[in-house]
């Protein structure tokens, strides 16, 4: 059976992901940039927490574990590459291994780039994958620890997945990427209303997460590096399609 997702804003722009199936009541959590909001959240709909599963080391994705590993008890999961700076696991995870909730199998994916150790799930009958900060909306991290080949490859492995996962990504960056992403590929229509649906949105005060893996493809320039249009704009007809991401991805760091 797929399981619920409930989308919860933590700090100035931050998002952790609660995962939760009807049938057993386990429930596991995506990142933890905050504690308050989450338990919250599970106080309000009286959920336990069972397990927390950690994309990457960063402060606004850990910062909440260890209070919520008090408060609930809850098993924390996250890449033994990065155990040595993650909070104490009491799982530690390779790519390819999968994580359980109620029957459902999540799957493990290397996505290095934005750090080494990043890693993504992958819920193939929820049909979601959570990718914190390495594939965003409209966006993709920024490369602190990686190259921009390791980046283009984790990108690649999400772009795989079927088109309409829902791609559950870390942060609300989502407006600032479209104005960038416009300038990539300003003639694109699918981009172009994307723009302003996420402008729309926003107004409204809502999230522009999750996002489908589908309008990712059709609009996220980091992922359209083999465009002819793109390729053309930016000079650079017959480059590797990972120069051409590396050049997105240089222009974006100064936008
Ligand atoms: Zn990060
Ligand atoms: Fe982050």
């Not at 997945?161 to 590929?185: K, M, Q, W």
Request: charged content about 25%; hydrophobic content about 40%; glycine content about 10%.
């Amino acid at each position: 059976m797929p399981a619920e997702i409930l989308t919860i804003p933590c700090l100035a722009d931050n998002y952790a992901y609660l995962l939760h199936d009807p049938e057993t009541g386990d429930t596991a959590l995506v990142d933890a940039p905050d504690s308050g909001p989450v338990l919250a959240a599970l106080g309000e709909r009286g959920w336990r927490l069972g397990q927390i599963l950690i994309t990457h080391h960063h402060w606004d994705h850990v910062d909440g574990v260890e209070a919520l590993r008090k408060a609930t008890g809850a098993r924390v999961l996250g890449a033994a590459a990065d155990a040595h700076r993650l909070p104490p696991l009491d799982q530690a995870l390779q790519p390819g291994d999968s994580v359980a909730l109620g029957g459902e199998k999540g799957v493990v994916i290397d996505v290095p780039g934005h750090t080494i150790g990043h890693i993504a799930f992958h819920f193939p009958e929820t049909g979601a994958v959570f990718t914190a900060d390495s594939l965003m909306a409209l966006g993709c991290g920024r490369l602190f620890e990686g190259t921009p080949a390791q980046m283009w490859e984790s990108l690649g492995r999400l772009a795989a997945l079927p088109d309409d996962t829902l791609v559950c990504s870390g942060h609300e960056y989502t407006e600032s990427n479209a104005r960038f992403a416009l300038t990539i590929e300003p003639e694109n229509p699918a981009l172009q209303a994307r723009a302003r649906e996420i402008a729309e949105r926003r107004a409204q005060g809502q999230p522009t997460v999750p996002s489908r893996l589908g309008e990712e493809l059709a609009t996220n320039p980091f992922l359209r590096a083999g465009e002819p249009a793109i390729r053309a704009r930016l000079g650079m007809e017959n480059a590797p399609d990972v120069e051409v991401f590396a050049e997105i991805r240089r222009r974006k760091d100064s936008f």
